[in-house]
């Protein structure tokens, strides 16, 4: 029998070695710890979510925020939260301060300057996506969506697929879960800014510090990086984005890595589509008013019963209803209700019925036969004694008055044939002058343009009345003192002074239906006007340098302008909307002329290089270009009444014609070009000679030995005739309605000289 028993706590004497213990106690232990801590970090988070919900139920909203405020930095189990979480948002503000720092900042970008605005906008969806994460993460649900139902209708466009993805991170949990928050919360969004901007909008946000500043300070330190570039301001149809269209760029290095990295398009990325030359444009003619169709009809009828048509030429009705018949789509038309215009007169009826006289009446082109191109007169008016102060010329459309504008501030008009002008002032009843000074500007006219006019009948379809006249009545004008004026060819004085521009005025041009007239001047902006109001109708910004030609499309519901130094663009804009429908980019020169070919659907430029570029509307693409007038200018374009040829007028002193229809560019001759491979002439022209040949200097044109003279043009092969002046740099060309060109140039006996 062993007399071996168990240890007793009170046994002194007896030896005890402890025995190694099972561990099942110690391992209960730790289960009932973490049990423990669960239990702890659940209640903690149940605790929070009751007196959070208690305090909103009784409304105390700013103990509600303050004990928020104090919980932030503690995790569910109630330790300190650790600071290298992803999730971790930073700074606090209180909930209602995003909104309220969105709105702020986005009504400064608004109401800034429109140069400014496409690129300051690229922070809104920084801003926004940043406020709404912060305020879902702390769990002020209901400014998150307030915040977000605000705020959506700036992104829909830009952004649907991320809004998508955002309305589904309603809860703070999910702001953990989701790997669209993950990826902008773990990558700093890049935000490309022009170094000229970045100064204005830290300066902004440092002055409105209290209204805006702060959260943006601290979203774009927290969670974006801004990096400057070199370069200017991007909107949608600056200088930056035509430099890209020019060669065929959509985006620069900049701007690829704007957004968030692992994303489509990079995410944030919103100005991949800026230049947009599709839309749908309405280049059909303006529909002509059901009445005074009527009365056209009615009178050409009467008209072809007194005066029957030779042999082989239609008749007037019969000519006039093939000029109106639609032959486009109904949708290709412009509607008649979207410009208002003054009632039909007699004199409107008039002019409609000798319009459809010389239609059928006029010299045909038909384009080239055998590589021959057609047999273009052109009737050269030449100014002397001008002393060099003629700026502008323009002709009367019935061809009876020529006005030149001057840099000495005055305009003078003379009489083509050198018949007495014509006065409605008593004592000027008898006075018998050929030509009239009007003055009123105070600096140089840099643009004149007549109103519409026509030969008249010869009888008076309105017995018992007066015969309407159709002679030009108005003459417009403009100035470098930044005033438009409205002369009367009657009492020859001013009627209305026009003020709008900021700065001189250089081009303006009536709209081919009369009442309206464009402006451009040095303020970059593009006006529409009507002869009956002292404003403007219409501004059109968007240019980023200033308007160095104006001119209408035939239907008279768009306009074009052209911009001059760093800009070289040329914008479509509607009259109907005042947007810019077309951007066309390609001129590396001063585009110095404008002009919209009679169809429609062709437009032509021309630049000091001498270059003349034709543009497809439809498309908003370029057709060809043509080269032949040397360098220095060409300040006129005009196109014959088939738009199938092209006349020109530059400081070369030549006058030359092109055939449009010919396939873009053809066989190339080869070109004399110096060092710098600019193609470089002094003058040229063809005498009739195959196109495509090289051209020979014209008599009594600088042809010096210089490096830069006395150099061939290179001519492309659709020119079809060249016609040299001696010494007269040629201003103006216009066909008229019969097809006959007419020219207007200044003599200056002293240009070789000046030239070597």
């Given at each position: 029998m062993s007399n071996t028993a168990p240890p007793s706590a009170g046994a002194s004497g007896n030896s005890f070695t402890p025995q190694p213990q099972p561990s099942a106690t110690p391992t209960a232990v730790a289960s009932t710890s973490a049990g423990s801590s669960t239990t702890t970090a659940t209640s903690n988070q149940n605790?929070?979510?009751?007196?959070t919900d208690y305090l909103l139920k009784k409304g105390y909203k700013r103990t509600e925020e303050i004990f928020r405020q104090e919980v932030k930095d503690l995790d569910e189990t109630g330790k300190p939260r650790d600071h290298n979480e992803s999730v971790n948002l930073n700074k606090f503000f209180p909930a209602g301060r995003y909104l309220k720092a969105f709105k702020h900042f986005a009504s400064w970008i608004d109401n800034g300057v429109d140069l400014y605005k496409f690129e300051l906008e690229k922070i809104l969806w920084p801003l926004f996506i940043?406020?709404?994460l912060r305020l879902v993460s702390q769990a002020s649900y209901a400014h998150a969506k307030e915040l977000f139902e605000k705020v959506r209708y700036r992104f829909e466009k830009t952004h649907p697929d991320e809004l998508k993805e955002l309305s589904s991170i309603g809860l703070s949990f999910h702001v953990r879960e989701s790997a669209f928050a993950k990826a902008y919360l773990e990558n700093k969004y890049v935000i490309p800014i022009s170094k000229s901007l970045i100064g204005r909008l830290f300066h902004v946000l440092e002055r409105d510090i209290e209204q805006c500043g702060a959260v943006i300070l601290d979203i774009i330190q927290q969670h974006c990086r801004v990096d400057s570039v070199d370069r200017g301001p991007i909107e949608p149809f600056s200088f930056e984005a035509i430099y890209r269209r020019a060669r065929q760029q959509?985006?620069?290095?900049a701007d690829i890595q704007e957004g968030i990295p692992g994303f489509s398009n990079r995410s944030g990325l919103k100005n991949r589509n800026i230049l947009d030359n599709t839309a749908a444009l309405k280049l059909g003619p303006f529909p002509i008013d059901n009445e005074l169709r009527g009365d056209v009809i009615a009178e050409l009828e009467e008209e072809d019963r007194l005066h029957p048509p030779r042999e082989g030429l239609p008749t007037l009705v019969a000519e006039y209803n093939a000029l109106v018949k639609r032959e486009l789509p109904d949708e290709q038309y412009p509607s008649r209700n979207d410009i208002p215009y003054p009632p039909s007169r007699a004199r409107d009826v008039v002019m409609e019925m000798q319009k459809v006289r010389e239609n059928r009446d006029r010299f045909r082109i038909e384009g080239r036969t055998g590589g021959v191109g057609p047999g273009i007169s052109v009737c050269m008016f030449t100014f002397h004694n001008h002393l060099g102060s003629f700026s502008c010329i323009d002709f009367s459309k019935d061809q009876q008055l020529v006005a030149v504008g001057t840099t000495e501030s005055y305009i003078r008009v003379w009489s083509v044939n050198g018949k007495a002008l014509k006065s409605r002032l008593p004592p000027e009843k008898d006075l018998k002058v050929n030509n009239r000074k009007l003055i009123g500007h105070s600096a140089p006219v840099y643009s004149v343009a007549f109103s519409d006019a026509i030969a008249n009948i010869d009888r008076n379809i309105y017995e018992g009345e007066s015969q309407p006249e159709t002679d030009s009545k108005l003459l417009l004008s403009c100035s470098a003192d930044?005033?438009?004026?409205l002369w009367s060819l009657e009492v020859w004085t001013c009627l209305c002074i026009y003020k709008g521009h900021d700065g001189p005025v250089h081009s303006l041009s009536w709209s081919p239906h009369g009442h309206y007239f464009v402006t451009g001047g040095w303020d970059k902006t593009v006006r529409i006007w009507s002869q009956d109001h002292a404003s403007a109708h219409r501004l059109l910004v968007g240019h980023d340098t200033a308007i160095s030609a104006v001119t209408w499309h035939p239907n008279g519901t768009y306009v074009f302008s052209a911009s001059d130094e760093s800009d070289k663009s040329i914008?479509?804009?509607?009259?109907?909307?005042?947007?810019?429908?077309?951007?066309?980019a390609g001129h590396t020169e001063y585009v110095s002329a404008l002009e919209c070919a009679p169809n429609g659907t062709i437009l032509a430029s021309a630049d000091i290089g001498g270059n003349i570029f034709l543009w497809d509307l439809a498309k908003g693409t370029r057709i060809k270009r043509c080269r032949g007038h040397g360098r220095g200018g060409i300040w006129s374009l005009s196109f014959s009444v088939e738009s199938n040829v092209l006349v020109s007028g530059g400081q070369d002193?030549?006058?030359?014609?092109?055939?449009v229809e010919m396939p873009a560019e053809g066989s190339r001759p080869v070109a004399q070009q110096d060092g710098d491979g600019t193609i470089v002439a002094v003058g040229g022209q063809n005498d009739g000679k195959q196109a495509g040949q090289p051209a020979q200097p014209a008599s009594g044109v600088a042809s010096g030995t210089g490096k830069r003279k006395g150099k061939d043009v290179m001519i492309t092969p659709d020119q079809i005739s060249a016609f040299p002046t001696k010494k007269t740099p040629v201003l103006k060309v216009q066909?008229?309605?019969?097809?006959?060109?007419?020219?207007?140039?200044?003599?200056y006996p002293d240009l070789q000289e000046t030239a070597r």
């Open positions: 605790l929070n979510q009751i007196v940043y406020s709404y959509d985006l620069d290095e930044g005033q438009v004026r914008r479509m804009w509607s009259v109907v909307t005042g947007d810019c429908v077309r951007l066309f002193n030549t006058v030359r014609v092109w055939d066909f008229t309605r019969m097809n006959l060109v007419l020219a207007g140039g200044c003599y």
